[in-house]
């Protein structure tokens, strides 16, 4: 792994106020901040066991600390937000996109928006604020073959994640299904999104050798393994547009008559989402 150097963010954060509130419960975010919302990024699980559900961290999809250009980049996200997102219906914050992650990705609760621990991630993201988003990657919108996707997940997978999925603590593998990996709600439980982080990013020391059609079968089986629910997962997308590979039905597309996905096999969540802020 690439090591992180704050050296970059520090250059970036002196000199230069960053602004993200001025009520005296938000001051400027300082270097120590940001510091602090990286830590918690990296060691989710241990700083705030209460609100992980599983053994990920935030690091563990947005690569080398969220800089990776094929892995869900941070780079200039903090300028583009708040904006309208279809998933919750509305238009998010920062605080509740990161909160959407928390409870899905990390199968966790949410985190109080004004609180110490979100501001200090959000000063971590500040850091990147000005940096140009990288162009977005080929997306992998193929059909999977699940019997396919079975052998290479065993050739290409298991030595670092497992073979049961639960991954290898001492590779630094996290579980990618069980009750340790991501929610049903997460976008990693879509295939298109799960084949095309494989894609450019898997295997971790050979990223970028599978093919398209390789990703999407390894994907496809990876989703037909057992994971944790998330309760509310119903009503997203409330105005009926889920993408295509959604693996669960909503209520606004059952309504408009849209294909209901195969069941998918769910393990009982352990950490509710709902938290006082939470509209789910
Ligand atoms: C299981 C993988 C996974 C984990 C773990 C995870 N995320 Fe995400 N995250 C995603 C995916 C997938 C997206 C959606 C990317 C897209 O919209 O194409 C995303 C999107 C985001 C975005 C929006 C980026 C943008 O530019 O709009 C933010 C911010 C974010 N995540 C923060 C976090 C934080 C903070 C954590 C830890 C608390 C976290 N994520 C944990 C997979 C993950
Ligand atoms: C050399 C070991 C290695 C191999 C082989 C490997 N991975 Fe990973 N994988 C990792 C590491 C390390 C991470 C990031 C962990 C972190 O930083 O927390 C990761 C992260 C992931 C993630 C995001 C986090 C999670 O656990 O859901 C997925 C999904 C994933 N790998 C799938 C795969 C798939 C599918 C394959 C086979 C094509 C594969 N990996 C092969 C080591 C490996």
Known sequence: MRAFRLSRFVRLLVGVPVIVGCTERAPTPTVANAERGLALMTAFRDSLPEHSGNALRCVSCHLDNGTRPTAMSWLGTAARYPRYRARPGYEETLARRINECIARSLAGK???????????????METMRASARPAPVDSVKLLGDVAHGEAGYAGQCARCHGANGAG????????????????????????????????????????????AQEAADIAAYV???????HPGKERDWPKGDPPSDVAYATTAAVAAGKPVPPDRPLLPRRVLPDSLISRH
């Open 223 to 229: 989703l037909t393994q057992p994971r944790q629910d």
């Open 168 to 211: 290898l603590p001492a590779l630094a593998a996290p579980a990618v299904w069980g009750s340790e990996s991501y929610a049903i709600g997460a976008g990693m439980a879509r295939q298109y999104t799960l084949a095309t982080f494989v894609r450019h990013n898997m295997p971790f020391d050979h990223a970028d050798t599978l093919t």
């Open 110 to 124: 949410m985190l109080p928006e004004d609180g110490q621990e979100m501001r200090d991630m959000l000063a971590y």
